[in-house]
């Protein structure tokens, strides 16, 4: 015979002296059954009862954990908290929990956890991520809680790839890259570095996903300068600076030569003197000196001799 927690009979079965058990089906889960067993002889004549047994049920799954919560802690981790709802005393408590984590529709991990926290770690930088979570004690699972998102952090990007610095002309030189290995977030600006002889420095700005170069001008001719590149996100986060790379721009026309002077050396020669350009421009290797006819020159400013010298 079985009866429930309040007493009431349930249900009875009759067996054969000789088989000794009976097996009750179509029971509650969760309910607490209590058994006892008569012996019954042939003129059907009933016999003392035996003791109940002790509580006896069938235990279910457990409930579905509430209050699921995340918490996003940096670019690479996420924590995950939930709560176990109060149950009935006759409910067998989760043994643990199993926690899932999603990309898309990707299942990146899954854990077995006895408490109720659990933070995630080397996630991916600036990604979407679902989270669930289910209990579970001897007769099963729970259905797993609703899908709850968080994203991680942004943080600095990489180093512009490939930096290059290009001569255009004696005025110009063109600086291009390739987009950092790991973007991290969103971007904003280029950031172009240039460094003068004299470790001077200025900045230029360049919108990303625009064009990938800067043409440098307004420099010196002759004169090498060198570049670094970083790139700027959307929280104004500056990332990795490239290695320093150096060019020079091309030759051009000198100024001309300064503090020229001269000096009668006999009744039929003069000593020209002078002094470097101010700019050379480039690789100076002669000068060209040049006498004039008073007459030639004051008619046609041309020039009526020449001559090399160092």
């Given at each position: 015979?079985s ?6 009979l ?9 088989a000794?058990k ?8 969760n309910?607490?059954?209590y058994f ?10 009933q016999?003392a ?5 002790p ?17 996003v ?15 009935s005393?006759?409910?067998e408590p ?7 984590l ?25 990604t ?32 512009p790839q490939h930096?290059?610095?290009l ?18 977030g ?15 420095k ?5 919108p ?13 001719p ?31 026309v000198?100024?001309a ?9 006999t ?13 050379p ?6 000068t060209k000196c ?21």
């Open positions: 015979r009866s429930d927690l309040d007493g009431k349930e249900s009875s079965q009759t067996t054969s002296s000789t000794r009976a097996i009750f089906t179509n029971l509650v889960r309910v607490i059954y006892t067993v008569v012996a019954v002889t042939k003129p059907n004549l016999g009862q035996s003791a109940f047994t509580n006896i049920y069938i235990p279910s799954p457990p409930p579905s954990p509430v209050d699921v919560t995340v918490y802690y940096s670019g690479k981790s996420i924590g995950f908290r939930w709560v176990f709802p109060p149950t005393p006759s409910l989760p043994k643990g929990y199993t926690i899932y999603y990309r898309g529709t990707q299942l990146v991990q899954s854990k077995n956890v006895t408490g109720t926290f659990y933070e995630f770690t080397a996630l991916q930088v600036n979407q991520y679902q989270f669930q979570v289910a209990a579970f004690n001897g007769a099963g699972y729970s259905h797993p809680t609703a899908l709850v998102s968080a994203t991680t952090q942004e943080t600095p990007p990489s180093a930096v290059r610095a001569t255009v002309n004696s005025t110009t030189i063109k600086v291009a890259y390739d987009q950092p290995q790991q973007l991290n969103k971007s904003k600006y280029y950031i172009i570095t240039k460094v003068d002889p004299d470790k001077s200025k900045q230029y700005f360049v990303a996903g625009i064009q990938m170069y800067r043409l440098i001008t307004g420099l010196l002759y004169t090498t300068y060198t570049f670094t590149v970083a790139l700027m996100n959307d929280k104004n986060q500056t990332g990795a600076i490239s290695p320093m790379v150096s060019n020079k721009t091309a030759e051009s000198p100024s030569p300064v503090n020229v002077r001269t000096m009668p050396l009744l039929t020669s003069i000593q020209v003197l002078w002094s470097r350009p101010l700019s421009n480039g690789n100076s290797s002669t040049n006498s004039l006819d008073k007459e030639t020159a004051r008619a046609s400013r041309r020039f009526a001799s020449s001559a090399e010298c160092s």
